[in-house]
């Protein structure tokens, strides 16, 4: 028996997509071209992801020479790398074919893309693209490369980037405009970019106008005072002793039951929406409160320590000690730099003999502007966009449908999580630039296959498995057993008996065709 009908599944999704003629730039031909090497290794990723030079034996062991109908033989590990610089030539071909797949069933799916980066990193150190970043706590300390990707509103991918690893994202979104103004034809067609705070900047907002096309992030928090909002709804906001409860800020209409908003209007070309969340306010206030009460009782148990100094204490060192407690707990603008004052102790040695030794008292002040300051924007976010257009007496897009746009952005993080988690992309083995960027397009395609297959579970099923070990799950250990008679030598292939349950879904996704019949 070889396992046979998850690997089914993706073949046929792979056909119904027509993803073979996503393959259009001098690729290879004959037993296996180009797009059939791209297929193995994308059902590859979608069901038992594996080394490339795990590949061939995976092969081996599963039905996928059968499910496919052709010979493998060939597939080996020259084969694999020398077919990824082939599908790293064609990522252009397979945007395109993406695109126009998705953009031909769904147009009103592009009215809000999202835009996102990542970063993963490398086993070795031998890509040129690899380089040391700011990534992640599993990058830390190690070579690493960013990854961007451009979905649009039903979660499926039509442009992907690979970046070096210290590239900054600010400056990756001009490749994406470019992209989706002249090659995807979406300047003019009232199309929102949707990203987060990271990328946007006064340059990528002209960028953005240029193109014909409009954008939706929000500000990060230290940007929030000078934007020109005003602040004052929220200046004397306080939980309710008794019940904990916080009220509801003058000015502010409820969202849902974790956000409050007001539409702040227009100032310049920017139309900007105040957010108020109550729970991340009391816990802002709550963090605050607990960082600065464990800071004074770390300073009297400091200055304690220092009053029994059994040694001469180093200036530089406990300075530094006070300051790497503030950094540890992120509060270190909330104070002046500590000043020492000079403290003799008097200690007895064991012989009786008097000893002096130089230590100090650590005196530090509260900056109680800045504290007030950011107290004020506790709870608080604000959504910018480039939407200024009016109608009546308001503006066309309503504050609701912005805030909505950006909460969905979540749909980008999944991308990311499937991609890392399930297609198991981190960490790089490939060292040629053009080899990452083609594992990274493989995985673009399993995931798209995932998602695709998780919304049509979804419609069934009522419920998202796309992060999930259950999305192939009704087909896994459905094998396929090879039977042959010992008298006359033919031989018969089936699949072991399909359950029930999964010949339903099978049926209700259009798939009941992939069961293989004697």
Known sequence: TKAYLDIAMVNALWDQWQLDKAFDYEVTTGCLPTHTVAKILTINRCTDPCAHYSVPVWANRTALREVLGIDLSGLNDDKLYYE??????????????????????????????????????????????????????????????????????????????????????VKTLKRNLNA????????????????????????????????????????????????????????????????????????????????????????????????????????????????????????????????????????????????????RLRIQKYFDPPLLHPLTVQRTLKDGTAKTVNSFQVQIKTRKNIIQADALLDGVCVFIANHTEKQGRGFKVKPETIIQAYRNKTKIEEVFKNVKSFLKLRPFFVNTAAHVRAVYTICILAYFINRYLANQRKEIEEKDFLNSRELYAPFRDIDLVTLEDGRTGRIVRKAVKIPQQTQILLDKIGMSHIVMTP
């Not at 150190?125 to 961007?148: D, I, N, T």
């Not at 934007?227 to 009220?247: H, M, N, Y």
């Open 84 to 169: 990824l610089d082939k599908i790293d030539q064609n990522q252009i071909s397979i945007e395109n074919h993406l695109f126009r797949q998705t953009y031909g069933q769904a147009p009103h799916s592009f009215d809000f893309l999202d835009y996102d980066l990542t970063t993963t990193y490398f086993v070795g150190y031998r890509c040129a693209l690899s380089a040391f970043g700011k990534g992640k706590v599993e990058c830390h300390g190690r070579r690493q490369v960013l990854l961007g990707v451009l979905i649009n509103d039903d979660g499926y991918p039509f442009k992907w980037d690979v970046f070096p690893g210290n590239t900054a994202e």
């Open 180 to 327: 989706c103004k002249t090659r995807f034809g979406l300047g003019q067609k009232n199309v929102t970019l949707v990203f987060d705070r990271g990328i946007i900047s006064e340059d990528n907002a002209a960028l953005i106008g240029d193109a014909d096309m409009k954008y939706i992030s929000t500000l990060d928090r230290n940007q929030i005072p000078a934007c020109g909002v005003s602040l004052e709804p929220f200046k004397g906001l306080k939980a309710d002793k008794t019940t904990g409860k916080v009220p509801q800020p003058d000015g502010f209409k409820p969202y849902d039951e974790q956000l409050y908003f007001q539409d702040a209007g227009g100032i310049g070309n920017r139309r900007y929406i105040l957010g108020f969340n109550p729970i991340l306010f009391a816990e802002d206030r709550r963090n605050r409160q607990e960082k600065l009460a464990h800071f004074q009782a770390y300073l009297r148990e400091a200055n304690q320590d220092l009053k029994q100094a059994q040694r001469d204490r180093d200036v530089e060192a406990t300075q530094s000690r006070i300051v790497n407690e503030l950094k």
